[in-house]
């Protein structure tokens, strides 16, 4: 098992940022945490609201600050690599995340990509849908996102070596 990132953010595009981070660990554990947006974070994009039901009022009044999200991080993750599915976003908007909280990094992001085959890559996006519809679980909310992933990849090396 690998741990695995999702990142949901304000929107796509110059602007855009961290709103809510979700984790899939490799121990089993689940951490997601709301993010509320800095003074300077202005950018909104309704038809991303629309998509992960979070609103930017919801942000304000329920999120943890930049730096608090950027050191339970650090704290879950030290010195691990975790992968996404979406490595442009989600790397951008977690260096957006600790340049807001101005502290270090201290684990890697890396794509999903570098962990299966081409055969593997074919077989990911069905594989992925059929997964969402056997788990019934809500999208675009970071956690559940990030073991859709998690369960994808399993899914997807067992489908292989078998």
């Keep these: 098992m690998y741990n ?88 951008c908007w977690l260096a957006l995340l600790y340049e807001a909280a101005n502290i270090q990094q201290r684990f890697k992001v890396d794509s999903v990509a570098s962990l299966i085959s081409q055969e593997q890559m074919a077989k990911w996006h069905p594989t992925k849908n059929h997964i969402i519809q056997e788990m019934n679980l809500q999208r675009h909310r970071a956690s559940t996102d990030a073991l859709i992933l998690q369960t994808t990849l399993e899914r997807v090396h067992h489908e292989v070596v078998v």
Aim: hydrophobic share 40%; aromatic share 10%.
């Design 4 to 91: 695995f990132i999702d990142v949901e953010a304000s929107g796509f595009g110059a602007g855009s940022y961290p709103i809510e981070v979700g984790l899939a660990m490799t121990g089993g554990q689940m951490h997601c945490t709301l993010i509320r947006p800095e003074d300077e974070w202005l950018h909104w994009n309704k038809e991303a609201e629309s998509l992960h039901g979070i609103s930017r009022d919801i942000l304000l009044v329920n999120g943890k600050s930049a730096l608090k999200v950027a050191m339970l991080l650090n704290e879950w993750l030290d010195g691990a690599t975790v992968y996404t599915d979406a490595w442009g976003n989600d790397s």
